[in-house]
């Protein structure tokens, strides 16, 4: 069964440091993978994709993520934080196929960016 | 980019009425949309692939009599929740592809049932 683990519930850092936000998945087929990135109590705003072509897709907002298909991982970065960075984030799986258009989401990371 | 939108934006109910929500995708055509719900501090999880012209495709566990979708239009879905019950109070956000496999998704509606 397709699944995605993000790692962390919870990242704090400091504005202007590294934000690195943890995904990885479990899958039988090449998936299409997604970071989105939510607001409170506003919907999801699409960050970035990876639909297989190039494995570092760079995204809105500074953020990129790198497609590791070794590692079953999609890990989500940007280089220096800023506070408007702070949301919760979902890293999210489609299989494609008969399955096309669903999302399975992860249970998402709560970025904190302190001063 | 693709902006769809959700009315009501909150909602706050009795036990045992029923209540509905829209679903619209303002600048595109979609014949399928997604409705997740959203419980608090948790991930958004997939109810049901709403198909126009046709009858909704609900995930396993999800009751299809106690939660109605109706694909009237290329742009619109709607998501009724019939004899709502507190448990059902939630987040309950749509979502419509575009372009392929990117699902855009509205603003949600939450619902509180008293």
């Known amino acids: 069964a397709q699944s995605v683990t993000q790692l962390g519930s919870h990242v704090s850092v400091s504005e202007g440091a590294l934000v690195l936000l943890r995904c990885n998945y479990s899958?039988?087929?090449?998936?299409?993978l997604f970071w989105y990135v939510q607001y409170p109590n506003q919907g999801l705003q699409l960050l970035l994709k990876?639909?297989?072509?190039?494995?570092l897709v760079k995204g809105i907002n500074g953020f990129e993520a790198e497609f590791k298909k070794s590692e079953t991982s999609f890990h989500l970065t940007k280089p220096s934080a800023h506070m408007s960075d702070a949301a919760e984030y979902f890293c999210?799986?489609?299989?494609?196929?008969?399955?096309?258009?669903?999302?399975?989401f992860g249970q998402g990371t709560i970025l904190t960016v302190h001063p | 980019g693709a902006v769809v939108s959700q009315h009501p934006s909150w909602v706050i109910c009795k036990s045992g009425t029923s209540v509905k929500i829209e679903c619209r995708s303002l600048?595109?055509?979609?014949?399928?949309m997604f409705w997740y719900r959203q419980f608090p501090k948790q991930s958004l999880m997939l109810m049901a692939t709403?198909?126009?012209?046709?009858?909704?495709?609900?995930e396993q566990g999800v009751e299809k009599d106690k939660f109605l979708i109706n694909h009237a239009s290329l742009t619109l879905s709607t998501l009724t929740v019939t004899s709502a019950h507190p448990e059902d109070s939630s987040f309950y956000i749509c979502?419509?592809?575009?372009?392929?496999?990117?699902?855009?998704f509205g603003p949600g509606t939450r619902l509180l049932v008293l």
């Open positions: 899958s039988s087929v090449p998936p299409y």
């Open positions: 709403s198909n126009e012209g046709s009858k909704a495709t609900y």
């Open positions: 990876y639909t297989s072509a190039a494995t």
């Open positions: 999210a799986f489609n299989a494609g196929g008969t399955s096309y258009g669903k999302l399975t």
């Open positions: 979502s419509a592809p575009l372009g392929g496999e990117t699902q855009y």
């Open positions: 600048d595109f055509q979609a014949t399928t």
